[in-house]
C-alpha cells in the first residue's frame, strides 16, 4: 500500500528480527556498471525512472541466527565479486544459464512465496528449479536481499491506481480493489507491504495518482494524506484478517479430519452450550441464533465492500466539513 514519509539513507544494520537492508549498486541493471566490459551481457535496463528507489526496506529474518545470516551475506558479496571479475574479463554464465533471465529467476522466487512462504525461497531452491546451478544465478541477481526487493516491485507492479476520472470515491475503491486482489495472489507480501516512502516507480504512480484523484476537494494536503493512510490502513487491515480466515478454515479442516461424523458433532454441541447454556454471553448467542458465521468466505467480498462504503461515507463527510 502506498505510503510517503522521510527519505534517508542507512547503512545495514539489524534490529531484534528485522535486516534494515540499504540500496545495493542496481537492481533492475547488472551487478555492475553496464558500461564496463562485458556487463551489457546481462543487463536487462531500465531508464532511471523505471528503477526501484526506495532507500531502505524492512526484511524480517524469521529470527534467523545474526552470526549465521552475517556469514551468508559476506559469502554473497564475494560470489558478486567474483562474478563481477569475470563480467570484466569478458567471461559469461554456465551454458545451461545462459537460457534464464533475471525476470525468470524473480518470478521462480515469487511463486515459491505464494505457495510456502519467503522462508521456503533459497537461491539453492531457485537454482533447482531452474536446472542450473546456484553460482549461475548470481549472474542475474546480486543477493538475496536484491531478489527480495525485485519480487516486491513485482507485486507493486500489479496494484495499479486509475488515472483520476473526477469520481474520487469511483477512483479510491478501484485502487482499494486492486491491492486487495494482489495481496491475495501473493500474502507473503502483506508483511513488507504497506510503510515507508514509495519503494519504487509503481509505488510512485499509485501515490501521485491517488493525491491527484482527491485534489481540488478543498482539502489541506495533511488531510488529504491522512485520508490516503486510512484507506491503506483499511485495505491492509482486511486482507490480513482474510488471510488469518483462509489460515483457520484450513486449520480447523485439518483437525476434523481427524475425528468422525460424531466426535465433530460433539465439539459443536460443546461450543454451543458454552456460549448459549452458560448464560453469560446473551448477545453472542443472538448472532448463533440468526446462523451468522462472521468468517464464512462466501461473504468475504460482501463484507469488505461493505467496509470500504463506510470508509468512505466517512470520508464523505469528512470532505463535505473541509
Not at 31 to 53: H, N, S, V
Not at 94 to 105: C, Q
Not at 114 to 136: F, H, N, P, W
Request: net charge negative; proline share 5%; with cysteine.
Amino acid at each position: 500500500m502506498v505510503s510517503l514519509g522521510a527519505t534517508r539513507r542507512f547503512p545495514q544494520t539489524r534490529t531484534d528480527n528485522l535486516l534494515i537492508i540499504p540500496p545495493y549498486r542496481t537492481v533492475y541493471g547488472c551487478g555492475m556498471a553496464c558500461d564496463e566490459p562485458g556487463g551489457e551481457r546481462l543487463a536487462e535496463e531500465l531508464g532511471d525512472d523505471e528503477r526501484p528507489f526506495l532507500p531502505l526496506r524492512l526484511f524480517y529474518t524469521g529470527g534467523a541466527d545474526g552470526r549465521r545470516a552475517g556469514m551468508e551475506s559476506a559469502r554473497e558479496r564475494q560470489i558478486s565479486a567474483h562474478v563481477d571479475r569475470r563480467q570484466e574479463h569478458g567471461g559469461r554464465p554456465a551454458p545451461r544459464a545462459r537460457g534464464i533471465s533475471r525476470a525468470d529467476i524473480v518470478d521462480i522466487a515469487v511463486a515459491i512465496a505464494d505457495a510456502e512462504g519467503t522462508g521456503a525461497v533459497s537461491m539453492r531452491r531457485i537454482a533447482k528449479d531452474l536446472q542450473v546451478g546456484v553460482m549461475s544465478l548470481y549472474w542475474y541477481i546480486e543477493s538475496k536481499e536484491e531478489l527480495h526487493r525485485l519480487m516486491l516491485e513485482t507485486v507493486q507492479a500489479e496494484i495499479e491506481a486509475a488515472d483520476p476520472s473526477g469520481d474520487w470515491r469511483a477512483d479510491l475503491a478501484v485502487y482499494a480493489r486492486n491491492t486487495r486482489a494482489a495481496v491475495h495472489r501473493h500474502p507473503w507480501a502483506i508483511d513488507y507491504l504497506g510503510g515507508g516512502p514509495p519503494a519504487g516507480p509503481h509505488d510512485a504512480r499509485n501515490a501521485d495518482r491517488l493525491i491527484a484523484a482527491l485534489d481540488g476537494l478543498g482539502l489541506d494536503i495533511t488531510t488529504l494524506m491522512w485520508i490516503l493512510l486510512t484507506l491503506g490502513t483499511y485495505v491492509m487491515g482486511a486482507v490480513l484478517r482474510e488471510i488469518q480466515e483462509t489460515r483457520w478454515h484450513r486449520a480447523l479442516a485439518e483437525s476434523m479430519t481427524e475425528l468422525n461424523e460424531d466426535e465433530v458433532s460433539r465439539v459443536y454441541y460443546e461450543f454451543d452450550q458454552r456460549i448459549r447454556g452458560s448464560g453469560r454471553y446473551p448477545h453472542l448467542a443472538k448472532v448463533l441464533d440468526a446462523g451468522i458465521d462472521p468468517d464464512a468466505p462466501e461473504t468475504r467480498d460482501e463484507r469488505f465492500e461493505f467496509g470500504l462504503s463506510c470508509l468512505l461515507d466517512g470520508i464523505a463527510a469528512q470532505i463535505s466539513r473541509d
